[in-house]
């Protein structure tokens, strides 16, 4: 059974930083995408940012680059995301997803191409 398990949120002031993991159980991402996406309340759920695990080619989305970065530890299944310079419209409950590669056809950083969703971790950011 795969599982993807999202944990490190919290409450942070504006311009702090916070770190995301998603450890995925049950399913070896070695050639898969994987992604980041937040939903805020009462907001449809936008794509944060994803990489293709192979090859490591990533990117994020307009609204986090140069604050967000996501990274990798192939070893433990884990995929980080490092937010810093936190805005109070960061606020969103964050999601981490994948899928294998051959169903990424839309890229990482689109929803459409997941497969496997972890259940979300709350961050707040208060101005």
């Known amino acids: 059974q795969v599982r993807l398990v999202e944990s490190g949120g919290g409450s942070v002031q504006a311009g702090g930083s916070l770190r995301l993991s998603c450890v995925a159980s049950?399913?070896?991402?070695?050639?898969?995408?994987m992604g980041w996406f937040r939903q805020a309340a009462g907001k449809r759920r936008e794509g944060v940012g994803g990489?293709?695990?192979?090859?490591?080619?990533?990117g994020v989305s307009d609204s986090v680059r140069g604050r967000f970065t996501i990274t990798e530890d192939n070893a433990k299944h884990t995929m980080y995301l490092t937010m810093n310079n936190l805005k109070p419209e960061d606020t969103a409950v964050y999601y981490c997803?994948?899928?294998?590669?051959?169903?990424?056809?839309?890229?990482?950083?689109?929803?459409?191409?997941?497969?496997?969703w972890g259940q979300g971790t709350q961050v707040t950011v208060s101005s």
């Open positions: 997803a994948a899928a294998p590669v051959d169903h990424c056809v839309w890229g990482p950083i689109d929803q459409r191409s997941h497969i496997y």
């Open positions: 049950g399913y070896t991402p070695s050639n898969s995408c």
């Open positions: 990489f293709y695990t192979r090859t490591g080619v990533r």
